[in-house]
């Protein structure tokens, strides 16, 4: 096997052509991988597949910046497709890694990727089963772009948007914002990306830990807070469902110093992306165990519960002030915030 060392300081076009070069790459990429990767380089995988009903999902990652503060692209492209896949009940098991790499990225860069990528698959006990790597020419990419496909296997009941109901309470993980203002300070230079850290990370084990410690039935459905924010999974469980849903302003999880940035920016943190987050649709009979299950693992300590789906027939989303006030929470129509992941 070729040592890393021996490799040449940036990608080049030629480690995308097949040859001597290729093989190299692919390498250091097996390399860096270690245990979590498994392919013997055939074509196609061949695994074996734990009972009759499995979840397959699959997602492009082109992030800006691709390395920040406390992660990188590799990090998320994982913790994208994990979380993915935990959120309709689903125990991730295996992933794909595509990789589109810009002649001229330092291999410094590249091998930051590639161990983001096998530590965060060693934390989600997921293996990378086969690959492909394509080079482009310098200015055809952002450095580097992934593409994950994930498979899981059902150990509980999956989990459905259609499942929510009438009375049903909404349970957020953790703080919302962290993501966005880390991105956007580094970005800017706003200088909030030493206080205001990425939330990113692989929520399967939390949500394994929920549905463990719930009774069958507690948790209606789960759903990862990315683009768009809260306000986006809202309108979509609003529309599903044909109620109303209300969330109470003072009961947003946001950091003091991610409150700070985004009102310096502008920015609602309801709107802003995570990475790190969920949003748990829970029986109200069983709030307190659910809050408390969450609690129980790091991911989760700061759970809280934020609103409910109402009664009122209809697809809006309000936020609640103090005093009792109701306010249409509206969706965003476009890009009024720039990309992150």
Do not use: W
């Amino acid at each position: 096997m070729t040592s890393p060392a021996t490799i040449a300081d940036e990608i080049v076009l030629d480690h995308g052509s097949g040859a001597e070069l290729s093989h190299e790459l692919v390498s250091l990429i097996v390399e860096t991988l270690g245990d979590v990767y498994i392919g013997e380089m055939e074509d196609s995988a061949t695994l074996p597949i734990e009972g009759t009903r499995i979840a397959m999902t699959t997602d492009s990652f082109v992030v800006d910046p691709p390395f920040f503060g406390n992660g990188d692209i590799g990090k998320i492209a994982v913790c994208g497709t994990v979380n993915d896949l935990a959120v309709v009940g689903a125990r991730p098991v295996y992933l794909t890694l595509g990789m589109i790499i810009e002649a001229g990225l330092p291999m410094s860069l590249l091998t930051r990727v590639l161990t983001s990528i096998r530590d965060t698959a060693r934390e989600a006990g997921v293996l990378i089963v086969c690959g492909d790597t394509k080079v482009v020419r310098r200015g055809e990419a952002d450095q580097i772009y992934l593409n994950t496909a994930g498979v899981g296997v059902f150990e509980h009941a999956p989990l459905r948007m259609r499942d929510v109901r009438p009375g049903d309470r909404v349970i957020l993980s953790g703080p919302v914002g962290d993501h966005t203002v880390h991105l956007l300070s580094i970005r800017e230079g706003l200088g909030f990306e030493r206080r205001v850290l990425s939330d990113c990370a692989p929520l399967n084990g939390m949500l394994d830990g929920l549905l463990s410690r719930t009774a069958p039935g507690a948790v209606r459905s789960v759903r990862d807070v990315t683009r768009g924010g809260l306000a986006a999974v809202l309108h979509e469980y609003a529309g599903v469902t044909g109620h109303v849903i209300a969330v109470d302003r003072a009961a947003l999880p946001v950091r003091y110093e991610t409150r700070m940035a985004t009102d310096m920016l502008g920015i609602d943190p309801i709107h802003t992306a995570n990475e790190g987050c969920v949003c748990v649709f829970a029986d109200p009979a069983a709030e307190a165990e659910v809050l408390a299950a969450l609690r129980a693992h790091p991911y989760g300590a700061n759970a809280v519960a934020v609103g409910e789906v109402t009664g009122r027939a209809g697809t809006a989303v309000l936020t609640r002030e103090p005093g009792g006030h109701e306010s249409v929470l509206e969706e965003l129509q476009g890009a009024e915030l720039p990309r992150l992941c």
